[in-house]
């Protein structure tokens, strides 16, 4: 399955679900599409999502559509999912600015996701499922260490 996910931000995405929508797939698509205008045609969809549901679905999924949030995608790659990252755009109306254009290049540069940045969603959907990516691994016990550290000297 394939899980969309736009986040909570009061930003529409509907270049993305549009994108997705003309998917040429076999595979169950589901989309989290917040508070986007565009209506999918042909995927199941909801506007938000409560934890448990959203957790369920991620759980099922074994590809996940994003936007360049790092909380969406340092969620789905922790769970071991394959991330195809789309940066929401300042020129379209999907945020203020293009920071999510960074931040997608950099999780790429780890080789954890797919960066999706023209919005090409068939050949994204294509090269990752062929494609296999780095592991996620956390830092957050090094930077506490290194925290102590400072603190005890």
């Known amino acids: 399955m394939i899980f969309v996910t ?4 009061k930003f529409q995405f509907d270049r993305l679900l549009q994108a997705v929508d003309e998917l040429q797939t076999d595979e ?9 205008e565009y209506k999918p045609k042909h995927f199941k969809y909801k506007r938000f999502l409560d934890r448990d549901e959203f957790d369920k679905i991620m759980d099922s999924s074994n590809i996940v559509i994003t936007h360049g949030g790092t909380g969406a995608i340092i969620g789905a790659v922790k769970k071991g999912k394959k991330v195809i990252a789309v940066p929401r755009l300042k020129k379209y109306g999907e945020h203020v600015d293009d920071h999510q254009i960074q931040l ?14 023209d919005c090409d969603i068939q050949k994204a959907l294509d090269t990752v499922k062929r494609t296999t990516y780095a592991s996620y691994k956390s830092n957050t016990a090094r930077i506490i260490r290194s925290l102590e550290e400072f ?3």
């Open 104 to 117: 997608v290049n950099q999780f790429s540069e780890l080789n954890l996701i797919y960066p999706c940045i």
């Open 151 to 153: 603190i005890n000297e």
């Open 6 to 9: 736009l986040g909570s931000q």
């Open 28 to 36: 169950e698509i589901f989309a989290q599409i917040g508070y986007s």
